[in-house]
């Protein structure tokens, strides 16, 4: 079975500056997608970016960027410009590409404060 | 909007009541999913749904039930509602592509007492 783990429960930057949040996951397949979501307190969980195992090319959503490295099994997220309103949960995601029904697994969260 | 909705946003309710927390999307998704998450935010899935009357109960043992009797319709039932009960609810939905995000609705905080 999959797993996927953060291992920073907590994390904290500074506005405007740059911060990566950690996500290591373990599998056996070679096609999946990974996934991070935003979870605002008190609010709904909102998808932040998507990256294909199969694309070479880290995805990028304006300050956000991921850097995948497969063989590594690793799938950080980059956030630069901290803006107060990033504050929140985040999780990392996966999903098996070689079945249509398999559900999403999560990682267990960091939660990112900012600091004006 | 297309969308996904959970009621009631919040509840409190005795030991031993029956309880249904609703979840609808507007969306068209086959795919529909119920977590609880911890106090700690971890999420634990505890049902899901891929289509018309196919439910499958997830990774965390759970007390509840589901039903999926329309495809934009999956409520979550617990009979008999007990203070372990207490958390937080979120409802998701899917398109069928496997690169297809999940969307959640905006949960529901559930207190028994």
């Known amino acids: 079975a999959q797993t996927v783990t953060q291992s920073q429960p907590e994390m904290s930057v500074q506005e405007a500056e740059t911060v990566t949040l950690s996500c290591t996951y373990d599998t056996s397949e070679s096609d999946y997608y990974l996934f991070w979501y935003k979870q605002p307190p008190s609010r709904q969980m909102i998808l932040v970016i998507r990256q294909e195992a199969y694309k070479q090319q880290n995805a990028t959503e304006n300050r956000f960027s991921v850097n995948f490295q497969k063989a590594a099994k690793s799938f950080s997220l980059k956030i630069s410009d901290s803006q107060l309103g990033d504050a929140a949960m985040y999780f990392c995601a996966y999903r098996s590409a070689h079945s249509g029904n398999t559900p999403l697994v999560f990682g267990k969260g960091t939660r990112l404060s900012v600091i004006a | ?113």
């Not at chain 2, 999307?25 to 119920?34: F, L, R, S, V």
Request: glycine share 8%.
């Open chain 2, 1 to 113: 909007e297309a969308d996904i909705y959970q009621t009631p946003r919040y509840l409190v309710i005795g030991t031993g009541k029956k309880i249904t927390l609703e979840c609808s999307q507007t969306m068209g998704h086959d795919k529909m999913y119920w977590y609880q998450q911890d106090p700690g935010m971890e999420l634990h899935l505890i049902h899901y749904s891929y289509g018309v009357n196919s439910t499958e109960k997830g990774d965390l043992s759970s007390e509840s039930t589901v039903s999926r009797i329309r495809t934009e319709h999956f409520p979550l039932t617990l009979e008999s509602a007990r203070p372990s009960h207490t958390s937080q609810y979120l409802c998701a939905s899917s398109e069928t592509k496997l690169r297809a995000e999940s969307v959640f609705g905006q949960g529901t905080r559930l207190t028994v007492v």
